[in-house]
């Protein structure tokens, strides 16, 4: 289907076109060069859309999605406020619905759309300031960097607990930390940025009554996965536990096939709106109803990002997508636990796959990664995978018979997003182990 051009003929229904301005027309020499370079220069990239790319969490986004995205981006509507997108604010006020269904959030949690889990995670922790303004937010080492960089921002005492040998949040050391009383706020992980480890979200849900503490759950990079819950594919307890959570985050850039600029906080308590309290002397003009503005901290949002994503869900059945990816992690855990020149790191808990160059000694397998890495990309048939660098406490736990000869070691990490990994997978294991064979 040519998406593309479906946009463009929604756009010419809904435009009457503007008188033209000479000021508005480019030079056509300079336009050609212009482009011309733009072209030359966006071909350095990766190929992201091909299962040959199987490294970082980068993906394109679906065509609906970019239909969508080019149709809204020629009104460029505002979801700040209701007169600068009332037909995007609507659809971001239904997939906020659709999102707090999807993590058994009661009907009338808050939420909304953000440019991104950054921003969506800064929000819950400033909103789990204000509600414990004198206490601190407790993080894991296996956390994504943003928490200790946003406790900073918030000025708000941030404290990493340490992970355990499975690479989660050790929950005990926390337990710890909330019987002392000085601890407002835990972040728990479901689907870690390194290694896609779910934390015991029940867990620490049940320090929630015990302890009076808040819990965020951080879902940016795993929260789509609580499609496949219930599907036997993964562990879908944590993702039950986060209908108890306080608030969650998930990036629609990530597992929902969006353009980046979309991430998403939701808080199952309506009632933390209040801390929003502001009035706008320049948007809220036409009416009593509520502005997006007014529940989030940043003012100028994309609509096109809520008509994107509303016209992805609308049209396209998630959950299917993602169990390709976790299977091709398993189908690949599988060869490689059977491969004589490579090692799993750990077992994949969704679809993202840790492993090495086997190895008896640290420094020479984290300069394998390396080299396996470089090699990859280069050749008629390159495969792009990523390196992901594992603390030496962390490595030796997981793998004590390896003589421990540095402080850190890199490893090879593949982010198998993509549904057409699946069939790859056979492919992938004997094009990276023939590089780490010779
Ligand atoms: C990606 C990610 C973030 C940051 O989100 P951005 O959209 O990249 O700003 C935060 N936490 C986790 C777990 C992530 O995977």
Redesign the pocket.
């Known amino acids: 289907m040519d998406y593309v051009s479906r946009a463009l003929d929604a756009v010419a229904g809904w435009r009457e076109p503007a008188p033209p301005h000479p000021s508005l027309t480019p030079d056509p020499a300079r336009f050609e060069a212009a482009w011309g370079e733009f072209v030359e220069r966006m071909g350095s990239n990766y190929p992201f859309h091909h299962p040959r790319y199987a490294g970082q969490?980068l993906k394109p986004p679906h065509p609906v999605a970019i239909a969508a995205y080019t149709a809204a981006l020629h009104v460029n509507t505002n979801n700040h406020a209701l007169d600068g997108g009332p037909a995007t604010s609507a659809m971001e006020i239904e997939v906020v619905e659709w999102l707090a269904r999807m993590f058994g959030f009661p009907e009338d949690a808050l939420g909304h759309l953000t440019s991104?889990?950054?921003?969506?995670?800064l929000e819950a922790l400033w909103v789990a300031r204000e509600l414990h303004p004198d206490k601190a937010v407790v993080h894991g080492a296996n956390?994504?960097y943003?928490?200790s960089r946003m406790c900073a921002v918030l000025g708000v005492q941030g404290i990493e607990a340490p992970a355990d040998t499975a690479g989660r949040i050790d929950l005990d050391h926390v337990e710890g930390l909330c019987r002392s009383g000085g601890v407002g706020t835990i972040v728990v992980?479901a689907?870690?940025?390194g290694t896609g480890t779910l934390d015991d979200v029940a867990r620490a849900v049940s320090f929630r009554e015990q302890y009076g503490v808040r819990v965020h759950v951080?879902?940016?990079?795993?929260g789509f996965f609580a499609l496949l819950a219930d599907s036997g594919l993964i562990d879908g307890a944590p993702f039950r536990a986060i209908a108890e959570a306080d608030s969650v985050?998930v990036?629609p850039?990530?597992h929902g096939l969006q353009p980046?600029g979309c991430?998403a906080v939701l808080f199952r308590d309506p009632g933390v709106g209040r801390l929003y309290k502001h009035d706008s002397p320049y948007t809220y003009f036409t009416s009593a109803e509520l502005h997006l503005g007014e529940i989030s901290l940043e003012c100028s949002r994309a609509g096109a990002a809520a008509a994107a994503l509303w016209l992805t869900l609308r049209a396209l059945d998630l959950a299917p997508i993602l169990s390709a990816g976790v299977r091709a992690a398993q189908a690949w855990a599988a060869l490689i636990r059977a491969s004589d020149v490579l090692t799993l790191h750990r077992e994949p808990e969704l679809d993202i796959l840790t492993y090495f160059p086997s190895g008896t000694r640290a420094s020479e397998i984290d300069a394998a990664s390396e080299r396996v890495l470089q090699a990859g990309m280069s050749g008629e048939d390159p495969v792009f995978l990523s390196t992901l660098r594992i603390g030496a406490d962390a490595f030796a736990a997981a793998h004590p018979e390896i003589e421990l000869d540095a402080d850190g070691v890199r490893v090879l990490r593949s982010v198998l997003m993509k549904p057409e990994h699946e069939p790859h997978v056979p492919w992938l294991h004997e094009r990276v182990s023939r590089i780490a064979r010779s």
């Open positions: 969490m991104s889990g950054t921003i969506a995670n956390a994504h943003t928490h992980t689907g870690t940025t951080d879902a940016a990079y795993g985050v990036d850039h990530k980046y991430g």
